[in-house]
């Protein structure tokens, strides 16, 4: 009895405070360090028959959401702690998997697609196909005005059931406060953090289109924001941003505050505070490269401990209320000013009167940076 109470002590002991969430506030937490103390305790081998059926009685007496975070087949790990490699159970079900696969695409699309496109365009021209090359780079310079004037929709790739999978990966939710009406344009500010990146030519041609009922949606932290990007982190880059407050006036499009809560949990990042080599680093190639390098992680495919696939959390996005304007297309200093402060307590008001339906606690607010 001594031995696995001080096993789950062990375990409890490493908890990390800023992982705590759910799974700490029902108490599963304890729980799983207790039965991880019973296994520890019990002398059995982590590959015999006898342990695996010690582990599948376990896993009957906890929640379906923390059964699922202990490891097979070499012995049970709190996944809280992170001891040792947390591997996938076997027995996951069909549609689970299908929602990792669809998962790791965007993963794969997102940091290598453009690099193994670019090395397959080299390697056709370096070959007897290398008309092919030449014919697709012609129609590229063709075709370049097409991302920043609207693009080319297709409804049949809009309907792949990837989509569904990715959304019911997390899950993803969208949630609106209001209703807006379909005959006016409207700018959403989307925080927190920015990975994506829209050019003002392509805002202002969307915008500009008449009968209105147009969005477009901008990462307002943009890449600075997306360095501070990790677990628990609620600070926004929003201060200097006031390039969109100019945008809307111009426009006459109504600005929406949208915050998303649960983007940030979705990735650790290498600690890099202000100040240190690393954030400086990153800041050189920022300003260089125009895009921010956060090294991000969080699990893998077949098990929970590193890799850079993001984790499994709900994320709630939730749009505010359109604030209303007048078209001015010359807007001065103070017009943008104001609107700016205006837009600041719209967001904030967004967020207190969220916080606490999706896991923030009372004490937790917004930094204006």
Excluded at 49 to 76: C, F, H, I, N, Y
Excluded at 273 to 296: E, H, Y
Aim: glycine share 8%; charged share 20%; hydrophobic share 40%.
């Amino acid at each position: 009895m001594r031995q696995r109470e001080a096993a789950a002590a062990q375990c409890c002991s490493r908890f990390h405070p800023e992982r705590e969430g759910p799974l700490r506030r029902r108490g599963v937490h304890e729980r799983v360090c207790k039965v991880w103390g019973e296994a520890e305790s019990s002398g059995l081998p982590g590959n015999t028959e006898e342990r695996q059926t010690a582990e599948r009685r376990v896993r009957d007496r906890l929640p379906e959401d923390a059964s699922a975070r202990l490891v097979s087949l070499r012995g049970l790990r709190c996944s809280v702690c992170g001891m040792k490699l947390r591997l996938a159970p076997l027995n996951v079900p069909l549609e689970r998997r299908l929602q990792t696969a669809a998962a790791l695409q965007w993963v794969f699309s997102f940091l290598v697609l453009a690099q193994v496109c670019l090395s397959a365009f080299m390697l056709l021209l370096l070959s007897d196909w290398w008309i092919l090359a030449v014919l697709y780079a012609a129609w590229l310079w063709l075709d370049g005005d097409t991302p920043t004037s609207g693009g080319r929709r297709s409804d049949w790739m809009r309907s792949w059931r990837v989509w569904e999978f990715f959304r019911d990966y997390f899950p993803l939710r969208l949630l609106k406060t209001v209703d807006l009406d379909p005959k006016k344009n409207y700018i959403f500010g989307f925080h927190p953090h920015g990975l994506v990146s829209s050019s003002k030519s392509s805002l202002s041609h969307l915008l500009s289109r008449p009968g209105g009922g147009n969005v477009a949606v901008i990462a307002l932290g943009g890449a600075a924001e997306s360095l501070e990007a990790r677990p628990g982190a609620l600070k926004l880059q929003i201060l200097n941003r006031k390039g969109f407050i100019k945008l809307a006036l111009k426009h006459g499009a109504q600005l929406v505050p949208v915050f998303s809560f649960g983007e940030n949990e979705l990735f650790d990042q290498m600690e890099n505070p202000s100040g240190s080599p690393l954030r400086r680093l990153q800041n050189r190639l920022q300003s260089i490269m125009g895009v921010a390098l956060p090294l991000f992680h969080a699990r893998g495919v077949f098990q929970y401990s590193f890799g850079l696939m993001p984790y499994r959390k709900p994320i709630n996005t939730v749009v505010g209320e359109p604030i209303p304007l007048v078209r001015n297309p010359s807007p001065s200093s103070e017009d943008i000013e104001g609107l700016h402060q205006t837009y600041l307590q719209s967001l904030t008001h967004l967020f207190e009167q969220n916080k606490e339906k999706y896991g923030l606690d009372e004490h937790q607010h917004l930094t204006f940076i």
